[in-house]
């Protein structure tokens, strides 16, 4: 496994997550249950992303910009998820900003699938490519079972 395909398989539980969500309504459980589900593999995620992609990616200097481009949308999307905590799930704000940061979410994903993706190819070597899934795959099992 590449640390494409496993930064992949996590892109498609985002995804599966905000689609449950944006269906959701009012203040019940299941909302509730999807939020933050969405809000820890967001956090999780961010955090093995920076550190097994973007850190060794932001040295080159083909991918600096793009590394620091999908670095600072992560921290759009903790801003968009620190809004949603303040806010009552039993507005109609709620949903807009759910939809808000799922919008944000899908574009930060195509970004990397469509773009970043093949360009960090070019910059790993093969071993790179499998030894950071690996890391990256044991650091998402770590905060997942913490």
Same mark, same amino acid.
């Given at each position: 496994?590449?640390? /494409? $395909?496993?930064?992949? $398989?996590? &892109? *498609?539980?985002?995804?599966? +997550?905000? *689609?449950k969500l944006k269906k959701t309504e009012g203040k019940t459980e299941l909302r509730k249950q999807l939020f933050q589900a969405l809000k820890h593999e967001l956090d999780i995620h961010a955090?093995? #992303?920076?550190? =097994? /992609?973007? %850190?060794? +990616?932001? &040295?080159n200097d083909m991918m600096q910009e793009h590394a620091r481009h999908g670095i600072a949308e992560h921290h759009e999307m903790d801003e968009l998820v620190e809004e949603l905590e303040k806010t *009552?799930?039993? %507005?109609p704000g709620w949903l807009v900003t759910a939809k808000k940061l799922c #919008?944000?979410? #899908? &574009? =930060? +994903? #195509?970004?990397e699938e469509h773009t970043f993706f093949q360009l960090a190819g070019k910059v790993f070597s093969e071993s790179q490519k499998t030894s950071l899934a690996k890391e990256y795959k044991s650091a998402m099992e770590n905060e997942r079972s913490a």
């Open positions: 496994m590449t640390i /494409f $395909e496993a930064i992949r $398989e996590d &892109h *498609d539980i985002q995804r599966a +997550l905000c *689609d955090i093995a #992303e920076e550190r =097994h /992609f973007y %850190s060794p +990616l932001i &040295h *009552d799930m039993d %507005s #919008e944000k979410v #899908e &574009h =930060h +994903l #195509e970004d």
